[in-house]
């Protein structure tokens, strides 16, 4: 009979307000995309899946602040999600984007 081993979903938001940040949004995007782990928690996480969703919200930019979201979006949709080395741990991260009404 085979064990299975039990694995926890931890869901994870983070949410990016926008405004007029065509400066800063590529690099602020692109951390919250790459966050791994510490490796002295991925002994006590070996058993967690993480569900990351990356969620920028623009507000009325009159930069390039959206179209660079945009843009970052297609860049990341081509993987369909961010896969982190599964050596260390599993973690998907999904970019989404959106706008004020």
Same mark, same amino acid.
């Given at each position: 009979m085979l064990a299975h081993k039990m694995c926890t979903?931890?869901?994870? $938001?983070? @949410? @990016?307000a926008v405004h007029n940040?065509?400066?800063t949004i590529e690099e602020t995007v692109k951390s919250a995309m790459h966050q791994e782990i510490p490796a002295n928690l991925l002994t006590s996480l070996s058993n967690v899946k993480f569900d990351v969703a990356v969620c920028c919200y623009n507000d009325a930019? =009159? $930069?390039k602040s959206i179209e660079m979201l945009y843009t970052l979006k297609e860049e990341y949709a081509n993987? !369909?999600?961010?896969?982190?080395?599964e050596s260390k741990l599993i973690m998907n991260t999904t970019l989404l984007?959106? =706008? !004020? !009404?």
């Open positions: 979903v931890v869901k994870v $938001d983070v @949410i @990016i940040a065509q400066e930019s =009159t $930069d993987n !369909a999600s961010l896969h982190h080395d984007v959106g =706008t !004020a !009404a």
